[in-house]
Structures are given as C-alpha cells and as structure tokens.
C-alpha cells in the first residue's frame, strides 16, 4: 500500500541553509547599522565642532580688525581737537545763534577734508555745510539718538570712529562738542586721501573669504551694521525681513537661526559684540552665516554605500560558507529520507542505510524496527479489512431489509391518513349540507347551536387542510422558483376590505414555491380572527438588497413580550394571551425559515404598547 505524504515547501538543507544565512544578514546589519550609526553621529559631531570654531574665529578676527581700526581711527582724535575749538569759539562769537555762523568760511579756512555740523535737540542736522546730511533726523535711530543726546548734555569733546556716512556711504572721522549752552552738538567730519587709502587696508570684509575655506559647509558671509546695511557692499538692498532679525540680534544679543526644510540649508545672525575697546554700541555688527548640509549628505551617502559593499561582500562569503556547511550536514538526513521514502512508497523490505552519525545511526535502527512492526500490523490489518468487510456486507442487507420496511410503514400510513382525510372531509361536507337543512327546517330556542355547530365543523375542515399542507411541506423535494408575491397579497387585499397594500415594487419577486400564498392567508385569519370587528391590517412591501420585507400590521389585542415566541409552536396550550392554538403559524414559520431560508419575528406595532396591536415582519431571498 502507496502512502501518499504532501512534499516539504523547503528541504532541511535549504532550511537550515537560510537559517545560517539569516543569522550571517542579521549580525551583519547590526554590526553595520552600528557603525553607519555612529559615524553618522561623529559627522554631525565634527561638523557642530567646526561650525562653533568658525564662529568663534569669526569673532575673534573681527574684534583684532576692530582693535587695530581701533588705534587708527583714534590717532587722529588729537588732530581734529584744534578744529574743534575753532568751532566752538565760533558758535560763541554768534552769541549762542547757529544762523549767524559762517560755516563755508570756516570749512574753507579748516580744509576741503572738513565737514561742520550742528544738531539741535531733537536731533535733526539743523546746519551743514555737507548738503546730502542737511535736515538728517538721527532720532528714527533710538539708539544713536539717546548717545547724542548724552553728548549734548555734557561738556566734553567727543571722539568716534571711522565709520560710514548714513546717506552716502562714504568713511569719515567724527568728533562731537556740545555748546556752552547744551541746546546743539556741534560735530566735525574728517576725511582725507590719505587717511582714506590707508583705512581701506583693513577692514572686516577681509577676514570672510579665510573663514569660508575653514569649513567646506560654510558657503556665504555677510556682515552688517546697526543701521542693517551690509558692510563693504554699497550696492546692498535691505530686505525687511531680515533688517528685522538684525535688530533683534543688535538689541538681544541671541543668535538667530532660519532653516529652509527644502534645501536642508540654514542661516545663522550671530552676535558681534565690539563693545570691548570702549565703543558705543553702534560699532557693533551682526555676520550673517549661511550653511549647507550638502557635504555631510554626500559623506553619509558615501558612507552608506561603502556600508551596503561591505554588506552585499558579507553576505556572499556567508552564503557560500554555509551553503558548505549545510550541505555537509545535511548527506546523512538525504539518505536516510531517501530510505524511508522507498519504504512509504510501498517498499517494505527496502533496508536503511545506517549513518556514522551517532544520533542518525540511533535514528536508522528505530525506523528499521518500526517497519518490521508495521509489516506485522499490516498482515493483521489485512485479515482484520476481510473481516470487516464480510461485516459491512451483511450489515448493507439488514439496513436495506429494515429501510424497505419502513418505506412500506411510511407509505401505509400515508394512505390511511389520506382515507381519513377524505373521510372526514366527505363526513364534515355531508354534516354542513344536513345543518343548512335543518336550519330552514328548524326555527326558536335552538338557532343558537346551529352557528356553534357550523364553526366546528369549518375548524374541523381548517385542521384537515392544514395537516394536508404539512404533508405537502414534508413531501415537497424539488427546487425553490421565483415567485410573484404581488398578485397573491393583492388578492388578499380585494376579498378582505380591511387590509391596506402598500409596494415599493410593484412586481417583488421571492424564492420559494407555490404554498407561500398558504404562509400569507394564515396571517391574514389570525389578524381577522383575533382583531374582531373593526380590526385594520396594513400590507407593506420594500425591497432590502439581496431580501424582500413584508409585514403586517393589525390593531388586534396585542400579545405581551413574554408570550411572543410561542406563538410559533404546535399545539400550543397556554395563556389566553396565545394566539393560534393550532397549526396556522407553525405553518408559516416552517414554509418561512425551514423551506425558504428566510425569517419572521413578531413585534408591537406601537413600540413598547403590545395592547396597540401586532408586527409580523417577514423576510425572503430575492427571486
């Protein structure tokens, strides 16, 4: 006898094979995952380090510039000292009138390098000879503005440094005095070739293109002022966005930093604090640090892929080494597979090969023993299948003998019954036909009894074609057909005036068979039955999806909660409350759930009043 086993989806070699391989992908993505970890880690770690060094040398540039712009600017403070009181013996000999001052005549006795100015106390340049600076208001800068205003109030000579003019841009030496009278600031400007040529020589602009080849993610410096204009570059178009964060560097002294998410670039407004050689805070400067992420991007690209080599290399060797391996350990279990494959192929006196393997030799000994066994049992089985077989034989022609029997049982008792249905049916007909005679025979105290005798006799008669129609249901084999409901229901609907249709189809279709118009009729006469006189029944139709919904309402007595599931049974005996008491809705449930598959359930028409009447709520399978 042929065993016949489903194949294994993968071999034991192959199995362990992709073990090994996974353990080798396994530990080699961690230790590799590690370390693309780390090293990411270690970029991003170097490139913050060199980041704040070439701030920090940034800043420091800028402030050795700034201590060497320092000494220069302040050689000439003594130099512009003579001039100053010059002007002010001026403003004196005007008798405190700034109006009556000559002051083309005295820039042309001082030089041509010379520029006079006299700011009043609202800090509007109210006399110049330089036109472009005439009407300057320096109060729109608060800052500058609160210094002035200082000055004025005091009464020593002022020195500052060498710095641009708010119009025009151009480098001039000032040097400020307020008058006797503290109601100006009279202010001298200074600027020669000379002095031009060599202040040029340093400036803070130098010190950005040393500071952009330090860091390769550094790709822009710009610096600016307290006015927000760049420095060294004349032609610069202040945006107010960013004049914005310069003022708020300048007044807060915090970095600002704005990323574009789309570039991964960012920008950072750092801090140039110059205030350390005694200059006022308009000396001070904000640098602008553009940085790119693109370098660390490709390092790391790079350094993936130099991971994913290393890892496309290790899995290789891997695979190669246990592919050798598993092979190696996987010959003796192919063998003994081999063997015992003969065997389940039927061939029992196949031997096994034993292996040098001391759990596979252990292994070979056993099979070779159960095979032995198994012949054995195979013999005995064999003469136990006879056996049994001579069993089955005789058993197959008792059952025959006794199934014959009660076919002939079943279809005796159907032929008494149909000749005590016709009986009865012939004697109940016979019995009404007598009781119309005898009521026009008969008149006075007993037309009473002759009702009462008829309903008997029309019950007797609907007992006798419900137990037919449950024969009928019991004997019916062949298949559910389409079947349409609506000339059945509005047949009902025309012999009784109390029911009321409604269709959302005028033409539903149900599965089921002809004695569907059996199920309606019983719940049409158990609502006229228990309604009485004045019942209403309602009719409706609609179609849900796959399934047609018919239910009927009535405004009968109702039947309590309690009561409601048993109104489905046979025979049922019981509460007063039970409608039916007989075969009419044991019927309609048995064509309804257990002929066509579908459902009833009865609810209160009125929700939660059972006395407002019932809901018979029936559902079909589309036809």
Sequence with gaps: MKIDTPSPSLSFRWLLFVVILVLILVTTGAVLAANYQSSTATLEDNRQTLQENTEYTLIQSMELVDRGLHLFDHSLDYKLKEPMDRFLMAYEESGGDPGKIDLKGLKADLGEEYELYIINDAGVVEYTTYPPDHLMDFSIYPQFFSRLTSIREGNIYVTDRITTEIQTGELRKFVYHPTPDNRYILEIGYMSDEVRDLRLGLRYTEIKQPVLEMNPYLTSIRIYNFLGEEVGNSSY??????????????????????????????????????????????????????????????????????????????????????????????????RLVDDTDRIAGGDLDHPITPSRLPELRSLSFSLQSMVTHLKEMMQRLSASEEALKAKNEELEDTVLERTSELSDAHAQANFYLDIITHDIQNTNHTAQLALALLEEEVRGSTDVYIPQIRASLQKSDAIISRVSTLREI???DEALQPIHIAPLLRSEADTHPEISLSMDDEDPVVLADPLISQAFANLIDNSLKFGGDGVAIWISVTGRDDWVMIQID????????SHKNEIFGRYTRGSSWIR??????????????????????VEDRVPGDYTQGLSFIITLKKG
């Design 237 to 334: 178009a202040p945006l107010d966005a960013r004049t914005r964060i310069i003022t708020s560097v300048l007044e807060t002294g915090e970095t600002v930093v704005h990323e574009d998410p789309t570039t991964g670039s960012y920008t950072r407004f750092i801090f140039v604090d110059l205030s350390g050689t005694g200059n006022p805070p308009e000396m001070n400067l904000v640098a602008e640090l553009a940085y790119t992420r693109e370098p660390i991007q490709k390092e790391l690209a790079h350094l993936l892929a130099t991971h994913l080599g290393i890892a496309i290399v290790a899995v290789l060797f891997g695979g190669i080494l246990a592919y050798g391996v598993t092979n190696r350990l996987a010959r003796p279990i192919h």
């Design 474 to 476: 019991q004997e019916r």
């Design 554 to 561: 009535d405004t009968g007595p109702g039947i309590p909660d």
């Design 580 to 601: 039916g008491k007989g075969l009419g809705l044991f019927i309609v449930k048995t064509l309804i759930v257990d002929r066509y598959g579908g459902s009833i359930r």
